[in-house]
């Protein structure tokens, strides 16, 4: 409960409060539990106050200091904190969902568990805050100082990071999905807890990434099997979807993973990125081109981009697309030529032979290329 000399000295209004302050800089004021509904705190010194458990509801803290002060666990969303100093302050498990903190200074605040959902942070002086459990998604950041921050088990889903400053952060355990990272500083995130060996990357996207990749034996043996035997199927099957049965249960009788990408919409971005992403994580590329709409568009961005051997299938009667034929002569050395099938069960028959033995000779011939020295030339051999 609230110190009844305490609560009573700031009832008498800001200016008398703040003089009080002044006069006894060593007491700290207790107004834990305190009703301050409505009131007007506008540019009081509160700093290393006890606010916990306070109710605030449509209090105006406008440009009140709050520096050390104690807010735990206090509803703030009805509360006018614009322009106030809250750095260091102790807002743990706070309400502050939705409220517009743009350019507050919360420098070296704690805000574990505290609700930040939705909340304009943008701007905001977070360095070296406790964030750690935090509530973040939806909120935005964009242009905030997150530097040396701790974020550990806090939830970034869809938060605007924009061109915040995130060098140092203690990342261990995060949550990101689908964050805007444009123009962020991300060098120096730590990983891993504070007994643990430090590990740092530059990505807060690819954090949670490498931590798996550290401490989880079956997301490594997961990577293993797919880079060692991943095949991307392309194809718009359709009704011809026997042909793409056919194929995966052949690749899987031979120890393979098949990866199926049918291709229903035009290229865009994300659809580029995709195909990118898992045309780069396999052995090699199987490419039904029958129909002249077959993967024309997914060819043209796989081929020139990555040296994965890439067998296109077609069915007898059918003409490859033009754009595929100049494919094929300007990057022959792994596009092999279309293999041309009858019918499901011919294909089926001829699949080692036709299909995977050339691939895989071709991938022996493609990294052996890869590794090769390069040779230099000297000018004097032409004197």
């Known amino acids: 409960m609230a110190n009844p000399e305490h609560l009573a000295k700031l009832l008498e209004g800001v200016e008398a409060w703040n003089r009080w302050r002044k006069r006894n800089l060593t007491i700290k004021p207790d107004l834990s539990g305190a009703d301050l509904s409505g009131a007007n705190l506008h540019r009081a010194d509160l700093s290393e106050a006890n606010l916990g458990g306070a109710l605030l509801s449509r209090a105006d803290l406008r440009s ?23 750095s260091g302050a102790k ?9 517009n903190l743009s350019g507050t200074n919360l420098r070296g605040a704690n805000l574990g568990g505290a609700n930040l959902y939705a909340t304009n942070l943008s701007g905001a002086n977070l360095s070296g805050a406790n964030l750690s459990m935090a509530n973040l998604s939806k909120a935005n950041l964009r242009m905030a100082d997150l530097g040396q921050a701790r ?7 869809e ?3 924009e061109g915040a400053n995130l060098t140092g952060c203690g990342v261990y355990g995060i949550s990101v999905w689908n964050a805007k990272l444009d123009g962020a500083a991300q060098s120096n995130l730590l990983i891993t807890r504070k007994e643990e060996p430090a590990i740092q990357v530059d990505s807060l996207e690819v954090a949670q990434f490498v931590y798996l ?3 989880n034996e079956k997301i490594r043996d997961v990577i293993n099997t797919v880079g060692q035997r991943a095949v991307l199927i392309l194809g718009r099957f359709g009704e011809r979807k026997p042909v793409l049965e056919k194929i995966r249960t052949e690749l899987r009788t031979r120890g393979y993973l098949p990866i199926v990408f ?8 994300d659809f580029t990125e995709t195909v990118l992403t898992l045309a780069g994580m396999s052995r090699f590329i199987i490419a039904d081109i029958t129909r002249p709409k077959s993967v024309p568009l997914e060819s043209q961005v796989i081929v020139p981009n990555y040296m994965i051997p890439m ?3 077609i069915q007898k009667g059918e003409e490859p697309f033009s754009m595929f034929v100049n494919l094929w002569q ?6 092999l030529e279309p293999l041309a099938y009858q019918s499901t069960e011919q294909l089926a028959m001829v699949f080692a032979d036709a299909v995977v033995k050339p691939a895989e000779e071709r991938l022996k011939e493609l990294r052996k290329r890869k590794a090769e020295a390069l040779i230099m030339r000297d000018a004097s051999q032409y004197e």
């Open 262 to 269: 049918e291709f229903e919409r035009p290229t865009d971005r």
């Open 151 to 157: 974020l550990t088990y806090a939830a970034l889903i």
């Open 213 to 215: 990749l550290l401490t």
């Open 330 to 335: 300007k990057h022959r050395e792994w596009v």
């Open 159 to 161: 938060t605007n990071l």
């Open 64 to 86: 009140a200091k709050l520096s050390g002060a104690n807010v735990k666990g206090v509803d703030l969303r009805r509360t006018d904190l614009n322009g106030a100093d809250l």
């Open 91 to 99: 807002l743990i498990e706070a309400n502050l969902l939705g409220k």
């Open 311 to 313: 067998v296109p299938i």
